[in-house]
Nanobody
């Protein structure tokens, strides 16, 4: 029984910043590798970033490397995605994902998604 809830999406101008949050409930957050994916109309789902249950291990998609930062606060059972220097091409629905595996290729649990719109 894992439930994921995203928050923090919205509209921002290009060059601006936004922070997404994802809270896991129902199980021990510390046991889960967490990740963000995104999808825009006409495109495949794209990996954004991940952070393992061993919170020292992070990974980023090359399109966001250097601009986005993933983090987690185990005391709050929450994962964050700090998005800086946003570009119009970052516009998408962002999905939170969770899995018990250290380095999953397919995530077991998914949030409902949250919209991010970056205007030019």
């Amino acid at each position: 029984q894992v439930q994921l809830a995203e928050s923090g999406g919205g509209m921002v101008e290009a060059g601006g910043s936004l922070r997404l949050s994802c809270t896991l409930s129902g199980r021990n957050f510390r046991s889960y590798t967490m990740a963000w994916f995104r999808q825009s109309p006409g495109k495949d789902r794209q990996f954004v970033a991940s952070i393992s249950w061993n919170y020292e291990a992070t990974s980023y998609g090359r399109s966001v490397e250097g601009r986005f930062t993933i983090s987690r606060d185990n005391s709050k059972s929450t994962m964050y995605l700090q998005m800086n220097s946003l570009k119009p091409e970052d516009t998408a629905v962002y999905y939170c994902a969770a899995d018990l595996r250290l380095a999953p290729s397919d995530y077991e649990h998914w949030g409902q998604g949250i919209r991010v719109t970056v205007s030019s």
